[in-house]
């Protein structure tokens, strides 16, 4: 069964000129082109018979020929207040991936995957600790995102109904996208750039670049890729560490691309895109977050335009790894703000549900296993 899926074509897999050409040489006008992407990226439709203005023949050849099963949802988690969902899918060949919703006041963020697994080693990422499997197609990616937009719509239908109003169906289910849940984006480069370039079409779901962040670790070929390509997509570093040595056994990448380099890389991506930067920095107690590697950071820093989010660590069970105290966290930001770096604390979604990519995918493969 599953290699008789894998045959058909991912639908989402398609740009919107690779869909007319396939429509066109179906026999069908173009506007049918129009009208599939439509349904898919504005209606939110996963079913070709719910496409009620396509020819039944047409909608009859789609379903056989094509596929928009790309992910299939295994097991999901809420967070108690009810703000932080982390699915877990299973996509066509059987491997696994996560993604998570975090709803704000003003905001919903889906934190998508771009790799099954992750090949950047990062010893306190649970995703990092795997290995990689294989990269995401652009498909997979996108339709992670319409997953959680559909389930988004289908819960402001249903409030919409309880107060007995009409529901908005043209707003965006999901209004921000994060490229770090597993896997290294940049290290998927040409099936990201076309995830978003599918999510940003006007045609379609129209989600507006500055929207959508990519994080990486600090793949620097990456990282001048996109400042030459002037994709104006929000752009985050991992960095974790002030310094070379301590980098390097937190982010073994940082062995190919130390500090100097990366930071190079970063001023010239501010320079050509003037876009600021965000830095990830992750507290882990006694590791880096003393006063020292604050004031190196401050000094590391200087000068860029950047912002830094400072993230106490979540936990991942078997890790010696513990998350900065609070009072800590509080020196720490302190520092860099006292020097002049914008900094914010990020808060704490999903620690109940283990919101950090990979922990239920680990979960879910020692279930199987104990199944067997």
Same mark, same amino acid.
């Given at each position: 069964?599953?290699?008789? &899926?894998?045959?058909?074509?991912?639908?989402?897999?398609?740009?919107? !000129?690779?869909?007319?050409?396939?429509?066109?040489?179906?026999?069908?006008?173009?506007?049918?082109?129009?009208?599939?992407?439509?349904?898919?990226?504005?209606?939110?439709?996963?079913?070709?018979?719910? &496409?009620?203005? %396509?020819?039944?023949?047409? #909608?009859?050849?789609?379903?056989?020929?094509?596929?928009?099963?790309?992910?299939?949802?295994?097991?999901?988690?809420?967070?108690?207040? $009810?703000?932080? #969902?982390?699915?877990?899918? #299973?996509?066509?060949?059987?491997?696994?991936?996560?993604?998570?919703?975090?709803?704000?006041?003003?905001?919903?963020?889906?934190? @998508?995957? *771009?790799?099954?697994?992750?090949?950047?080693?990062?010893?306190?990422?649970?995703?990092?600790?795997?290995?990689?499997?294989?990269?995401?197609?652009?498909?997979?990616?996108?339709?992670?995102?319409?997953?959680?937009?559909?389930?988004?719509?289908?819960?402001?239908?249903?409030? /919409?109904?309880?107060?007995?109003?009409?529901?908005?169906?043209?707003?965006?289910?999901?209004?921000?996208?994060?490229? &770090? $849940? &597993?896997?290294?984006?940049?290290?998927?480069?040409?099936?990201?750039?076309? /995830?978003?370039?599918?999510?940003?079409?006007?045609?379609?779901?129209?989600?507006?670049?500055?929207?959508? *962040?990519?994080?990486?670790?600090?793949?620097?070929?990456?990282?001048?890729? %996109? /400042?030459?390509?002037?994709?104006?997509?929000?752009?985050?570093?991992?960095?974790?560490?002030?310094?070379?040595?301590?980098?390097?056994?937190?982010?073994?990448?940082?062995?190919?691309?130390?500090?100097?380099?990366?930071?190079?890389?970063?001023?010239?991506?501010?320079?050509?895109?003037?876009?600021? @930067?965000?830095?990830?920095?992750?507290?882990?107690?006694?590791?880096?977050?003393?006063?020292?590697? /604050?004031?190196?950071?401050?000094?590391?820093?200087?000068?860029?335009?950047?912002?830094?989010?400072?993230?106490?660590?979540?936990?991942?069970?078997?890790?010696?790894?513990?998350?900065?105290?609070?009072?800590?966290?509080?020196?720490? #930001?302190?520092?860099?703000?006292?020097?002049?770096?914008?900094?914010?604390?990020?808060?704490?979604?999903?620690?109940?549900?283990?919101?950090?990519? $990979?922990? %239920?995918?680990?979960?879910?493969? !020692? %279930?199987?296993?104990?199944?067997?």
């Amino acid at each position: 069964m599953v290699l008789e &899926m894998n045959r058909r074509l991912g639908l989402y897999d398609l740009n919107y !000129e690779e869909l007319e050409v396939l429509v066109a040489g179906w026999g069908e006008p173009h506007f049918r082109a129009t009208q599939v992407w439509t349904w898919l990226y504005r209606s939110l439709v996963d079913d070709f018979e719910a &496409m009620s203005n %396509l020819p039944a023949a047409l #909608r009859t050849r789609l379903a056989v020929e094509s596929d928009l099963a790309l992910l299939t949802p295994l097991a999901e988690q809420e967070s108690a207040t $009810g703000e932080t #969902r982390k699915v877990l899918f #299973r996509l066509r060949d059987g491997n696994t991936i996560e993604s998570v919703l975090m709803n704000y006041y003003d905001r919903r963020t889906a934190c @998508i995957s *771009t790799q099954v697994g992750c090949g950047m080693g990062c010893v306190f990422c649970a995703t990092g600790q795997g290995g990689l499997a294989r990269n995401l197609s652009a498909g997979e990616i996108v339709a992670q995102v319409l997953y959680l937009a559909r389930e988004l719509r289908t819960a402001a239908i249903g409030q /919409a109904q309880e107060q007995g109003i009409q529901a908005d169906l043209a707003a965006h289910p999901v209004t921000n996208i994060v490229f &770090m $849940g &597993m896997g290294e984006p940049l290290a998927n480069y040409a099936a990201t750039r076309r /995830a978003i370039e599918t999510l940003a079409d006007d045609r379609g779901y129209n989600l507006g670049v500055r929207h959508m *962040t990519i994080s990486t670790v600090g793949l620097v070929p990456g990282i001048r890729r %996109l /400042a030459e390509e002037g994709l104006p997509v929000n752009l985050a570093i991992s960095l974790h560490a002030p310094d070379d040595e301590l980098r390097n056994r937190l982010v073994p990448v940082n062995r190919r691309y130390p500090l100097a380099e990366l930071m190079a890389a970063a001023q010239d991506y501010v320079a050509k895109t003037h876009r600021r @930067i965000t830095i990830e920095y992750a507290l882990m107690a006694g590791i880096n977050d003393a006063v020292d590697q /604050a004031r190196a950071l401050a000094t590391l820093l200087d000068g860029m335009l950047c912002h830094v989010n400072l993230i106490p660590l979540n936990l991942t069970p078997g890790s010696p790894l513990q998350p900065s105290p609070r009072e800590q966290v509080e020196a720490f #930001r302190s520092i860099l703000e006292g020097a002049g770096i914008p900094t914010t604390v990020r808060i704490r979604r999903g620690i109940d549900i283990e919101a950090g990519c $990979g922990q %239920l995918r680990r979960r879910q493969k !020692e %279930l199987d296993i104990a199944a067997r």
